[in-house]
């Protein structure tokens, strides 16, 4: 079977270079737009389209060009074929510059978030029922259940703020490879009662989950920009705590709309969780402040707008501005 592997991931990837050459020709398309630069973005440049553009997600290019050197190759080949980039933080502008990237071929768009879905008027009462946190402060975690994201940490803080504040909920939202080890866990640490692990929530249901809690925790090790959850919690009105990665400082400055806490620290990050669940007045103006950030820095039409804009200049469109 290991002899075999290699050739069968070599013929699948033949055929997958061609379905989407076969693809292109029949929908004949204005631009060719690849997400995620070290994975199918690859057969994007291989097919040879033009104008071509790539977006890139943050581990394609934190994580995934330092993994190998064929790796690394993948991902400078697309960056060259691209005529236009995209990304959502200055930081990885500066990892992409130096892969040999030029500055002006990359454009900063934010994922962004629609505020009239994203709102604390979703707030559901009869969702809060269901999850059994009807009378209780509660805590939410959307990241997946992936070592990357790092989970554990905030499972593990969870004894530490039960401690100080008993009646807290929490929630647990996504799934992945460490779903079972990290259920065993809370059962170890007995704070299971406490915790529902609620899976996958589709993105039309996200906004009752998000606007439902109080508290947003993000204890991922890496990030792109920010994530799109973050900004989502906050258009919620949530008090966010995260983790100093990516460009999360840029949004959230310690004590002004949130907390910033150090990658895998549980006891600062059950601090400053059990500082904004004891504290419910400067928990609610966190949360109306970072409404207010993200209407006016990553409002989805807007970046939107910034897309149709590049777009527009590759095709040479009449910009919309």
Not at 165 to 170: A, L
Not at 280 to 294: C, D, H, Q
């Amino acid at each position: 079977v290991q002899f075999g592997a290699l050739p069968f991931k070599l013929l699948k990837a033949f055929f997958t270079l061609m379905n989407i050459r076969m693809l292109v020709r029949k929908i004949n398309p204005d631009i060719l737009h690849a997400h995620f630069i070290s994975g199918v973005a690859f057969f994007g440049a291989l097919s040879g389209f033009r104008p071509f553009v790539v977006s890139a997600w943050g581990s394609d290019i934190l994580i995934g060009a330092k993994r190998s050197r064929l790796r690394r190759f993948i991902v400078k080949y697309v960056l060259k074929k691209a005529d236009l980039i995209t990304c959502d933080a200055e930081h990885m502008r500066e990892d992409m510059r130096r892969l040999g990237v030029t500055p002006k071929k990359i454009s900063i768009v934010n994922f962004g978030v629609d505020t009239r879905k994203f709102s604390p008027k979703r707030r559901s009462e009869k969702l809060r029922k269901k999850l059994g946190i009807h009378n209780s402060p509660t805590v939410i975690s959307l990241r997946n259940l992936e070592p990357l994201y790092d989970v554990e940490t905030f499972i593990k803080s969870i004894p530490m703020v039960l401690k100080e504040v008993p009646e807290t909920k929490f929630v647990i939202a996504g799934r992945g490879s460490e779903e079972m080890r990290l259920k065993k866990l809370a059962k170890s640490l007995d704070v299971s009662d406490s915790i529902s692990f609620v899976g996958w929530i589709p993105h039309d249901k996200l906004p009752r989950y998000l606007a439902s809690a109080d508290v947003y925790v993000s204890t991922s090790l890496s990030e792109g920009g920010i994530s799109v959850s973050t900004l989502e919690a906050m258009a919620c009105e949530l008090a966010p705590v995260v983790t100093e990665v990516g460009d999360n400082t840029k949004w959230i400055k310690n004590g002004e709309n949130g907390f910033v806490v150090a990658p895998s620290d549980l006891d600062e990050l059950a601090e400053k969780i059990i500082y904004l669940l004891k504290r419910e007045t400067i928990r609610k103006e966190f949360g109306k402040k970072n409404r207010r950030i993200v209407k006016e820095r990553a409002e989805y039409e807007n970046e939107m707008t910034k897309m149709e804009n590049l777009y527009n200049e590759l095709t040479g469109g009449i910009s919309t501005i």
